[in-house]
């Protein structure tokens, strides 16, 4: 079983990443595009065109590991109101997500009152 703390980080590639691609296609992104080091003790995960399916990739002590998940009904939260190609996010995060869940929601909108 994949133990998210055993991660120093967690990595989310938003734009979307060919599906063909396999383990060295996704370590390539993370090394070339993403600029990071796909050997070191982090997880980068990546989405389809259509939102409904995920790989995650990670270096797993002696090789590059990788499993896909792809959804039967609906699509996950994908972070698309941010300006960067990889976004790092917490274990708590990535559980929500994967739930089906939003994290970047922000539930509600910071009201500032002054005195008039």
Do not use: C
């Not at 992104?29 to 790989?55: C, T, Y």
Request: glycine fraction near 6%; avoid cysteine; proline fraction near 5%.
């Amino acid at each position: 079983m994949l133990h998210l703390k055993s991660f120093d980080k967690i990595y989310i590639y938003r734009p979307f990443a060919d599906f063909r691609k396999g383990i060295n296609g996704l370590g390539s992104i993370v090394q070339d595009v993403m600029e990071l080091d796909p050997f070191a003790k982090n997880l980068f995960i990546f989405s389809n065109k259509g939102r409904d399916a995920l790989k995650v990739v990670y270096w797993d002590k002696n090789g590059m590991a990788m499993w896909h998940k792809k959804l039967q009904k609906g699509r996950y939260k994908w972070p698309s109101h941010l300006d960067k190609d990889s976004i790092t996010v917490g274990p708590a995060q990535l559980r929500e997500f994967l739930k089906g869940l939003d994290p970047w929601q922000v539930p509600f909108n910071k009201l500032n009152y002054k005195k008039i």
